[in-house]
Nanobody, 125 residues
Framework: QVQLVESGGGLVQPGGSLRLSCAASGFTFDDYAIGWFRHTPGKEREAVSCISSGNHSTYYLDSVKGRFTISRDNAINTMYLQMNSLKPEDTAVYYC??????????????????WGKGTLVTVSS
């Protein structure tokens, strides 16, 4: 069965760092683009970052460029999001996601094949 399990969320002060992990199982990890969405109540779901299945090209939401870094380790079916210089507006539930359609459709959450349950990131002093 397909599983995407997030970890690493928590409470951090502004300017701090956090690393999210997503452990995948039940599908051919290497064939999927994987990444992160985030959602805060009252706001639209945002596509935060994506890393492709082939050449591992990356996508970042403009507001996180230069602060977040996405990576994947296909040997252990795990994807990471390193988040530095965190801001209060980064507070959200972060969801791991996978799609066979590639990062070019990443902004369309309806194209996602598999979702994790989410992990809460709170940035506050």
């Amino acid at each position: 069965q397909v599983q995407l399990v997030e970890s690493g969320g928590g409470l951090v002060q502004p300017g701090g760092s956090l690393r999210l992990s997503c452990a995948a199982s039940g599908f051919t990890f290497d064939d999927y683009a994987i990444g992160w969405f985030r959602h805060t109540p009252g706001k639209e779901r945002e596509a935060v970052s994506c890393i492709s299945s082939g050449n591992h090209s990356t996508y970042y939401l403009d507001s996180v460029k230069g602060r977040f870094t996405i990576s994947r380790d296909n040997a252990i079916n795990t994807m990471y999001l390193q988040m530095n210089s965190l801001k209060p507006e980064d507070t959200a539930v972060y969801y791991c996601a996978a799609t066979r359609w590639g990062c070019t459709v990443w902004g369309n959450w309806r194209a996602i094949d598999y979702w994790g349950k989410g992990t809460l990131v709170t940035v506050s002093s």
